[in-house]
Nanobody, 120 residues
């Protein structure tokens, strides 16, 4: 199983980024997908999740209205569109496959992480 996260980078406050997570080696469509992040010196935290067919999505309060989950089952890829980025969004972002939920224990497979840095 491989989950390859990409799309991170250094941006300025107010900019946008789209993270991608390409999966292989697992039945992509039967999993819900989550995004988590770990800011410098802090614990990993929930960002958002999308259900099996993309009909439902949930977000942390800190990103609600700015971040959007999506998935393309044909491409085995999930996306996290991040708009109006803030310096406090700076973190390593991880994608994960598992059950639809907001806690790390609900996810079985994890990507390697991609760094997002937002300058003020």
């Amino acid at each position: 199983v491989q989950l390859q996260a990409s799309g991170g980078g250094l941006v300025q406050a107010g900019d946008s980024l789209r993270l991608s997570c390409a999966a292989s080696g697992l039945p992509f469509s039967i999993y819900a997908w989550g995004w988590f992040r770990q800011p410098p010196g802090k614990e990993r935290e929930f960002v958002g999740a999308i259900s099996l067919r993309g009909a439902s999505a949930m977000y942390a309060a800190s990103v609600e209205g700015r971040f959007t989950n999506s998935r393309d089952n044909a491409k085995n890829t999930v996306y996290l569109q991040m708009n109006s980025l803030k310096p406090e969004d700076t973190a390593v972002y991880y994608c994960a496959a598992g059950r639809y939920g907001s806690t790390p224990s609900e996810y079985e497979y994890w990507g390697q992480g991609t760094q997002v840095t937002v300058s003020s």
